[in-house]
């Protein structure tokens, strides 16, 4: 075992783990956040995206003392501190972003890194920038949508209801 | 004019706010309980395959093992059963083998379980299975369907045939079918594969169960799209747990396309070992597990063949199809290639003759069943092939070719040749609309700039019509089917005026928790933030049949409707007591109960306040309490139909495809929420593009699935697809459900796989290629072969 310290939404905590404990498992099962998913086993899905550092990283490609002394960021630490919903997230009930919502808290994560790098990209910039994160739900319009209008974007254009 | 509230209005989804802050509850999310235990399979890595032996001896000794069983453990209880039972055309009833909690005897797909350890913890588990001996002798993989149609080597020995049944649809019309193309001036044929693929939600499937010795009872925590159908085929089939003992909760689930419907052995596996070790045991899939032992879809062989007048008139569509079921009949297996595909084989048109054949054969591959269409995408990828091929040859615009054949909206209620009564739709105006919002007449200048860019351009055009609102009891127990297809809603008014309405449908997506608020709302006249959905927990929810078949609003909707009513016609009662006036002379108008004529009244709140508090109460008139329960069985499948077309360019080098314009209208009868419908189209086309493109289950020879991880089965991405053209304004309603709603979950996946393919013959045409048929996905192999080989 060994001693981990980190900083989770904005939380010191500190764990005992195994060395092949991965990120995401020391999140899930030892901090309990769930909102960080698990829907795949080759770093495909994104539904584990966390922030490291600032930076969006699948929490499945990372052990979890490699993000020792790291600032982390999951899902669970996007809304304000009053409980409402951040621009992002709000895009995504607005513009109906999301349906089973397992994929979710992924596509937001990596959302928010984008517009960090891109304040207004455009819409193959959004689609390129999703490559590493699937939703079998959406058919992607309305994620997509939803990212350009957080991004402060007239997307009025684009068909919905 | 949009409404903000109750039918028709594009509320925002309440459920969203905790899916996108990860509160979401999925079955994997749920805290461990105290004495949690894991549970991991042992799975076959061959095809086929005889089970000599299993030595566990050196698993159970293994730290933290807890148990470790085998098919030999639960060879005394019973099979997961087909739910459908299929005659075939001489009248023999299916073989129907059966399908054990875990393999004993023999294994028949690679990924299927023959052993599972139970320990401590998930990694322990997983050592011990390692640890496990199993000595399986290999036999050669039954993998092609015709093939094992002839061959003495058998999935199951104990049925002597891989054929589970031989269907003709319809017997009688067989002769007259026959006779038709014989004679007809024009016969187009087209052989064609839909291919198979794994329906891929992104939660892999997890259950969770524990035991409660005080009073026998067990409560399973699953990933299911309707709890109901799980429970009773556990407590009815598999386990003989009477439904009073057990508690079946599906909490959020993560997607289902289908995958969910069905009851799997790894349900049986955690109940069973909850109650040997006495602890809560938890299993959950890892993805390279869900792509081998999740239910998969489509995989039919057909051929079709299509006959016309000299002019262009349908006579007759016949069809042979071999349906690949797998290694073992999931729960609606049967059901999913005869009456969800060959009853919908006269499409959209009068067509007076059809006939289909279907052979299900059982190979060593996972089972298929139904995912995102069921049949019905199958039913339509046939048809509107043959039909674009058929235009081609009789050098006709497939549009005007569909519109000669179209059904006309002064014939409905219409008999198809292939036995449905469609109740209403207008495709002419489907078909007007989609012409117009895709602006058809712009193509041949779009064309000419792709030309310009080096790119070849082709525009493909569908319809389709499909039955939902799955479905009428009466009817589905004619054709076979071993249950009824009703659903049911229980709306429970608060003392205080606020309402827990408990539905039988199963919400893993598709918004039930904002929508049926919204409908209940409208009805009352109150605000639908005091309207709460319980679903997914057998313990709080009457008996309904769950979600699937786009069945959820047309179904248990018009259930919560008949509950509503029946609120209505008590809470006017017990206004008239309190007003001092007949019930008749009542009358609900934004949440006030008046007496017609009259300013007097009371709120909805001081009724449902009245019925808790029954002072002064008529007690032989109206008993106490405002709660009502419904069940509604259908009167007939509904008729979702739509008019597709889609844009595509092809780059002659590398023969990539791209899909630069889809375009989807549908005519869902009445829509109660626009925004959640086109959501739900949405996802239909991503998933049937990527069928189009991208998606293929491929087996090789030996059994063994070579796309059994997301590095190797081509899910679509985001820059895979383009935004939609979405439009439902031509509706007709439903003639026989409360709501007039017709169904829109399964559409967009049955509508667009078609289209896509008819726009890239036309591409490929379009450059002088005689391409006539390239099979699903189009990959840029496949397409640049095609054009290469023409």
């Given at each position: 075992m060994t001693k981990v310290e980190m900083t989770v939404n904005g939380k010191q905590v500190s764990r005992d783990v195994e060395g092949q404990t991965l990120l995401v498992s020391m999140l899930r099962e030892d901090l309990r956040l769930t909102g960080t998913h698990v829907g795949c086993d080759t770093s495909q899905c994104g539904a584990c995206v966390v922030h490291v550092n600032g930076k969006s990283v699948k929490a499945c490609t990372m052990f979890a003392i490699e993000a020792d002394g790291a600032d982390i960021k999951t899902i669970e630490g996007m809304a304000g501190s009053d409980g409402s919903l951040s621009v992002i997230q709000s895009a995504f009930q607005e513009h109906h972003g999301l349906q089973c919502g397992f994929c979710t808290p992924g596509m937001v994560m990596t959302a928010a890194n984008l517009l960090n790098d891109n304040p207004k990209p455009t819409e193959a910039e959004v689609r390129h920038y999703l490559q590493g994160n699937i939703c079998r739900c959406t058919g992607y319009h309305n994620i997509v949508k939803a990212i350009m209008a957080a991004s402060g974007q007239d997307v009025s254009a684009i068909a919905a209801e | 004019?949009?409404?903000?509230?109750?039918?028709?209005?594009?509320?925002?989804?309440?459920?969203?706010?905790?899916?996108?802050?990860?509160?979401?509850?999925?079955?994997?999310?749920?805290?461990?309980?105290?004495?949690?235990?894991?549970?991991?399979?042992?799975?076959?890595?061959?095809?086929?395959?005889?089970?000599?032996?299993?030595?566990?001896?050196?698993?159970?000794?293994?730290?933290?093992?807890?148990?470790?069983?085998?098919?030999?453990?639960?060879?005394?209880?019973?099979?997961?059963?087909?739910?459908?039972?299929?005659?075939?055309?001489?009248?023999?009833?299916?073989?129907?083998?059966?399908?054990?909690?875990?393999?004993?005897?023999?294994?028949?797909?690679?990924?299927?379980?023959?052993?599972?350890?139970?320990?401590?913890?998930?990694?322990?588990?997983?050592?011990?299975?390692?640890?496990?001996?199993?000595?399986?002798?290999?036999?050669?993989?039954?993998?092609?369907?015709?093939?094992?149609?002839?061959?003495?080597?058998?999935?199951?020995?104990?049925?002597?045939?891989?054929?589970?049944?031989?269907?003709?649809?319809?017997?009688?019309?067989?002769?007259?079918?026959?006779?038709?193309?014989?004679?007809?001036?024009?016969?187009?044929?087209?052989?064609?594969?839909?291919?198979?693929?794994?329906?891929?939600?992104?939660?892999?499937?997890?259950?969770?169960?524990?035991?409660?010795?005080?009073?026998?009872?067990?409560?399973?925590?699953?990933?299911?799209?309707?709890?109901?159908?799980?429970?009773?085929?556990?407590?009815?089939?598999?386990?003989?747990?009477?439904?009073?003992?057990?508690?079946?909760?599906?909490?959020?689930?993560?997607?289902?396309?289908?995958?969910?419907?069905?009851?799997?052995?790894?349900?049986?596996?955690?109940?069973?070992?909850?109650?040997?070790?006495?602890?809560?045991?938890?299993?959950?899939?890892?993805?390279?597990?869900?792509?081998?032992?999740?239910?998969?879809?489509?995989?039919?062989?057909t051929t079709i063949e299509l006959a016309t007048d000299a002019e262009g008139n349908f006579l007759a569509f016949r069809t042979e199809t071999y349906a690949n079921v797998g290694a073992y009949l999931s729960n609606f297996a049967t059901a999913t290639p005869t009456f969800l595909h060959g009853t919908l084989m006269a499409g959209n048109y009068t067509v007076p003759n059809v006939y289909v054949n279907v052979k299900a054969v059982f190979t060593n591959t996972a089972p298929v069943d139904a995912y995102r269409g069921a049949g019905r995408p199958e039913a339509t990828y046939s048809l509107e092939r043959v039909i674009d091929k058929c235009a081609r040859e009789l050098g006709m615009d497939p549009i005007a070719l569909r519109r000669k054949n179209f059904i006309k909206p002064d014939q409905y209620p219409f008999a198809s040749a292939a036995g449905l009564e469609y109740d209403s739709g207008n495709y002419d105006a489907l078909m007007d609309k989609m012409e117009e919002v895709a602006d058809v007449a712009g193509f041949a200048e779009r064309r000419k700039a792709s030309e310009a860019k080096g790119l070849l351009r082709g525009f493909g055009v569908n319809a389709y019509v499909e039955a939902c609102g799955i479905a009428p009891s009466n009817l589905v127990g004619v054709l076979g089917s071993r249950v009824g297809l009703y659903d049911a809603a229980t709306v429970r008014v608060n003392a205080t005026g606020n309402l827990s309405v408990m539905v039988g449908a199963h919400s893993h997506g598709q918004g039930h928790?904002?929508?049926?608020?919204?409908?209940?709302?409208?009805?009352?006249?109150?605000?639908?933030?005091?309207?709460?959905?319980?679903?997914?927990?057998?313990?709080?929810?009457?008996?309904?049949?769950?979600?699937?078949?786009?069945?959820?609003?047309?179904?248990?909707?018009?259930?919560?409707?008949?509950?509503?009513?029946?609120?209505?016609?008590?809470?006017?009662?017990?206004?008239?007591?309190?007003?001092?006036?007949?019930?008749?002379?009542?009358?609900?108008?934004?949440?006030?109960?008046?007496?017609?004529?009259?300013?007097?009244?009371?709120?909805?709140?001081?009724?449902?306040?009245?019925?808790?508090?029954?002072?002064?109460?008529?007690?032989?008139?109206?008993?106490?309490?405002?709660?009502?329960?419904?069940?509604?069985?259908?009167?007939?499948?509904?008729?979702?139909?739509?008019?597709y077309c889609c844009e595509v360019e092809v780059d002659p080098d590398t023969g990539k495809v791209r899909v630069d314009r889809m375009t989807a209208v549908d005519d869902f009868g009445n829509v109660m929420n626009p925004m959640i419908v086109t959501g739900q189209v949405h996802g239909g086309l991503g998933q049937g593009i990527g069928q189009a493109l991208l998606e293929a289950a491929r087996y090789n020879e030996d059994g063994q699935l070579e796309s059994a991880s997301y590095m190797d089965y081509a899910m679509p991405r985001a820059d895979d697809l383009p935004f939609y053209i979405v439009d439902h304004s031509q509706g007709t309603p439903c003639t026989h459900n409360p709501l007039g709603a017709k169904g829109c979950g399964e559409a967009g996946a049955i509508g667009s796989p078609p289209t896509v393919v008819n726009a890239v013959i036309d591409a490929l045409q379009s450059g002088g290629k005689n391409v006539t048929h390239i099979d699903m996905p189009l990959t840029p192999h496949r397409v640049w072969s095609a054009m290469n080989n023409a």
């Open positions: - | 004019m949009p409404k903000d509230t109750g039918i028709g209005a594009s509320t925002r989804r309440r459920e969203d706010v905790r899916f996108l802050k990860g509160k979401g509850q999925y079955t994997d999310d749920i805290p461990p309980a105290h004495d949690q235990a894991a549970a991991v399979f042992a799975r076959s890595t061959v095809a086929n395959g005889v089970i000599k032996s299993i030595d566990t001896s050196v698993a159970e000794s293994m730290p933290g093992v807890l148990a470790v069983f085998t098919g030999a453990d639960f060879a005394d209880v019973g099979g997961n059963p087909a739910g459908w039972l299929i005659n075939s055309r001489d009248g023999e009833p299916m073989k129907e083998p059966k399908r054990p909690v875990l393999a004993h005897g023999k294994v028949r797909h690679v990924g299927d379980a023959y052993a599972a350890v139970i320990a401590e913890t998930e990694k322990q588990a997983r050592d011990a299975v390692e640890a496990i001996e199993a000595d399986i002798e290999e036999l050669p993989a039954i993998m092609d369907v015709k093939a094992a149609l002839t061959s003495d080597n058998f999935v199951h020995d104990e049925i002597g045939t891989n054929q589970c049944f031989d269907w003709g649809w319809i017997e009688d019309n067989r002769r007259a079918t026959d006779d038709a193309i014989k004679g007809a001036a024009h016969v187009t044929t087209l052989e064609l594969v839909n291919n198979r693929l794994v329906p891929n939600a992104m939660e892999p499937r997890c259950s969770m169960a524990s035991y409660k010795e005080s009073s026998d009872e067990y409560t399973l925590h699953t990933t299911s799209q309707n709890p109901h159908l799980t429970r009773l085929l556990i407590s009815a089939f598999v386990m003989g747990i009477p439904e009073n003992k057990l508690t079946v909760i599906a909490p959020d689930v993560g997607g289902g396309f289908g995958s969910k419907i069905y009851h799997y052995g790894e349900e049986a596996l955690v109940l069973a070992a909850a109650k040997r070790v006495g602890r809560t045991v938890k299993w959950t899939s890892d993805r390279t597990e869900a792509f081998l032992t999740d239910a998969h879809g489509r995989d039919h062989v928790e904002t929508v049926f608020p919204q409908i209940v709302a409208d009805m009352l006249g109150i605000d639908a933030q005091s309207i709460d959905i319980v679903h997914g927990d057998t313990s709080k929810i009457p008996f309904g049949m769950g979600t699937y078949g786009s069945r959820s609003l047309a179904v248990c909707g018009s259930a919560v409707v008949r509950a509503t009513e029946k609120i209505i016609a008590k809470a006017k009662k017990i206004a008239g007591h309190m007003l001092e006036a007949a019930e008749t002379d009542i009358e609900l108008k934004d949440g006030q109960f008046s007496v017609v004529g009259t300013n007097k009244g009371v709120s909805f709140g001081e009724v449902a306040l009245k019925a808790y508090i029954p002072h002064n109460f008529p007690i032989e008139d109206i008993e106490p309490g405002l709660e009502e329960t419904a069940f509604y069985d259908p009167a007939n499948f509904t008729f979702p139909s739509g008019a």
